[in-house]
């Protein structure tokens, strides 16, 4: 105890040589919080769009590699192989993923109900049937049905999002259960508990004939919903596009119904966005065809996150910097400071004080003093790093958009890739001291305090006290 | 029974070709004031580094109590068995005189329960007051440095009291002050008290006298 008091009253005894230090260590400090606080916040930015961006698999054909491919002077171009619905149902048990959403869509139509605003399609009655033009038919070909509605199966994430809500019943669980709109119950009085009648055409063609053939599905209603969504969502305003007619169901129902003549959207997550090679040799080896292209958002993880990770890089190096040459001058300074103060050694250690204790003494002086140094540093760092921040990643995203302007990209715009005008740079991140920031401070301040020490230790244990105090005499 | 005893003692400092002290061999008792004369360099200081545990002889042992001294803690031995004041004080000269005497408490591991208490009064006891004790050493004159000096050498009550030409820096009436002091400790206190001196002065109040000459320690005479 009485080390830590005597260290506690040198500190005031040697106050200018202990200002010094201590500005030293407090400018150390301050710049590590700051860089801390940009580093671990922009990490756990960084960490979340990787897992959003990077785990989230699309899987699209290639045109690039396929136009690639194209015989220039036939004009033959090699045929897409389409990916079946027992292939994207393989695809889903992978053990690379963490989560698979496959949903399946077909046109249908009402048999003996009325699609929302079905009247209203200027060309297209509900229902109505149409003769196939193109291939001839064959002779048991029935007419084409045009549908009205749409069946879908497994898509509830807008309840999720809040878009949708389960007015009256529950939500289908079995086969041929389906949920309709509040709109479309209240347009045919349909109730829960009735079944509805569906029909869709399907299409085949063999030895050049095309036969259409219509199937039928009975359905019972176990929920109604509503929709807070617009009910179109482009300027064509068909009964097929308006979102009161979707009807949904189960995914088995589907399966169950339309095999292979449904559309299916399949989104799959990896558990680690690293998984990526190993997911597309699964898929290859399940007989996915070479020009379907297996890959993430890395293009607009990179457009999103790029300037934050500079900001990050950037925060680190200059923390990495700062602190190996304040390092260098405190060990500097700290070993001209324990030379002044040798004569104190000296009479400590003539007075019986074992050398441990002194180190322990002048440990614990620096430890006071990058304590204070670490509560002000905190206060100054907190303050600091939110301008600090913004100063530096707005430097980051005109720098990204001057790069992006010189290659002939503007922002938004993936090379080779669809518009993605909703991806812009973060422009904003919210700095905050985390606990992970204060463990790492402190960590820092801890190995300061010891780095700065060792040197004035190491000379403790050089001198002898006899020594000392007759070089003093 | 001989509180410190000196057999066959040989020093030499690093690096010199010859003994600075050789052959020492002397006994020392409580209740006793020893005092060491000799020429400047003669090796006074050296054994007195040596008996305080500062340094260890070439050669020879010195034996505290039935100790060895090499088989002893020796910052155990400077902190608890033996005070030393210094010709030049060795004070901690950024603290105040009160503090010096308080870290050497702790140092020793004094029990003391009101230790400031205890120390105020041992300054008091060599004569320095309370605002003269609460005062930064570097402000107080040389025999008021000299005191604290020997306040600090006794804070931890130790048994062998040594001290390195004590009046050296003192003008007279100082001198006799701690020359009181040091007798009472020997005499009324019953510590075994050496004094490395060139005073005839403090020569005088020894109860036996020692001469070093060309490295050799010798009695001279009794008081």
């Known amino acids: 105890m009485y080390i830590f008091v005597n260290a506690l009253k040198n500190i005031g005894r040697n106050k200018g040589r202990n200002i010094l230090i201590g500005t030293i260590i407090l400018v150390l400090i301050t710049v590590s919080i700051v860089s801390l606080c940009i580093n671990n916040t922009t990490r756990s930015i960084i960490d979340d769009y990787k897992s959003r961006f990077g785990s989230e698999v699309t899987i699209a ?33 992978s053990q690379y993923l963490k989560e698979s959403v496959i949903t399946a869509v077909t046109g249908v139509a009402g048999d003996g109900i009325k699609a929302v605003d079905e009247d209203n399609n200027s060309n297209v009655v509900g229902g109505a049937v149409f003769s196939v033009s193109g291939s001839s038919s064959s002779s048991d070909s029935e007419d ?24 009256d019943g ?108 190993d997911f597309e040799a699964e898929l290859r080896a399940q007989g996915l065809d070479e020009y379907y292209l297996v890959s993430t958002d890395e293009a607009g993880y990179q457009k999103v996150v790029g300037p934050v990770e500079g900001l990050k890089k950037i925060s680190l190096t200059f923390m990495i910097i700062v602190l190996i040459f304040g390092a260098v001058i405190l060990v500097l300074l700290s070993s001209i400071a324990v030379r002044e103060r040798k004569y104190e050694i000296g009479v400590l250690r003539a007075m019986g004080m074992k050398k441990k204790k002194v180190a322990l003494g002048l440990w614990s002086e620096m430890l006071i003093i990058t304590a204070i140094c670490l509560i002000i540093g905190f206060g100054v760092g907190s303050l600091a790093a939110q301008p600090v921040c913004d100063t530096l990643l707005s430097g980051q995203i005109e720098s990204a958009k001057a790069a992006a302007q010189q290659s002939g990209m503007q922002f938004g715009i993936a090379l080779g890739g669809p518009m993605k005008n909703e991806l812009v740079p973060l422009e904003q991140v919210d700095i905050s001291v985390g606990t992970d920031t204060i463990i790492e401070i402190a960590v820092i301040a801890l190995l300061l305090a010891s780095l700065a020490s060792i040197a004035a230790i190491s000379k403790v244990t050089e001198y002898e006290p006899i020594k000392i105090l007759m070089e003093r005499n | 029974m001989n509180t410190l005893t000196l057999k066959n003692v040989a020093y030499q400092y690093e690096g010199a070709n ?167 400790l020997a005499h009324d206190e019953g510590k075994c008290v050496i004094i490395v001196t060139h005073s005839k002065k403090v020569t005088s109040i020894a109860d036996e006298v020692w001469g070093i000459n060309d490295g050799k320690l010798l009695f001279v005479k009794h008081s």
């Open chain 1, 144 to 167: 084409y049905v045009m549908p009205t509605m749409n069946l879908i199966g497994n898509k509830w994430d807008e309840f999720n999002d809040g878009f949708r809500k389960l007015i």
């Open chain 1, 61 to 93: 054909p290639d045109m690039t590699k396929a136009m690639s491919m194209t015989d220039i002077m036939s004009g033959e171009r090699p045929t897409i192989k389409r990916i079946t619905s027992q292939q994207y149902l393989d695809f889903a048990k």
């Open chain 1, 170 to 277: 529950e939500m289908p669980i079995n086969e041929n259960e389906c949920i309709i709109s509040k709109d479309l119950a209240d347009l045919n009085s349909l109730k829960v508990g009735d079944k509805i009648k569906l029909k869709s055409s399907i299409i085949s063609i063999e030895n050049n004939e095309q036969t259409v053939k219509t199937k039928y599905v009975e359905l019972e209603i176990t929920g109604i919903y509503f929709d807070a969504a617009e009910e179109y969502t482009s300027q064509f305003k068909i009964s097929s596009l308006n979102r009161r007619n979707e009807i949904l169901t189960t995914i088995d129902t589907m399966f169950k119904n339309f095999g292979n003549i449904m559309g299916i959207t399949a989104k799959y997550y990896l558990k680690n966005p690293s998984m990526l090679k």
């Open chain 2, 18 to 184: 010859k003994l600075v002290l050789k052959g020492v061999n002397a006994e020392f008792s409580s209740g006793k004031i020893y005092t060491i004369v000799g020429k400047s360099g003669a090796g006074k200081s050296t054994l007195l580094a040596l008996i305080a545990g500062l340094d260890v002889c070439t050669e020879g042992e010195i034996i505290y109590k039935d100790t060895n001294l090499m088989e002893l803690d020796r910052d155990d031995y400077r902190a608890k068995s033996i005070g030393v004041i210094f010709q030049s004080f060795n004070l901690l000269t950024n603290a105040t005189g009160i503090e010096n005497i308080l870290l050497s408490m702790s140092i020793s591991g004094n029990q003391e329960k009101n230790k400031k208490e205890y120390a105020y009064a041992l300054l008091e006891k060599v004569g320095i007051d309370r605002e003269t004790a609460d005062r930064k050493v570097l402000k107080l004159s040389g025999g008021e440095q000299q005191r604290i000096g020997i306040a600090r050498a006794l804070s931890h009550n130790p048994d062998i009291v040594i001290a390195d030409e004590p009046t050296g820096n003192l003008d007279s009436d100082t001198e006799a002050a701690v020359l009181n002091i040091l007798t009472s």
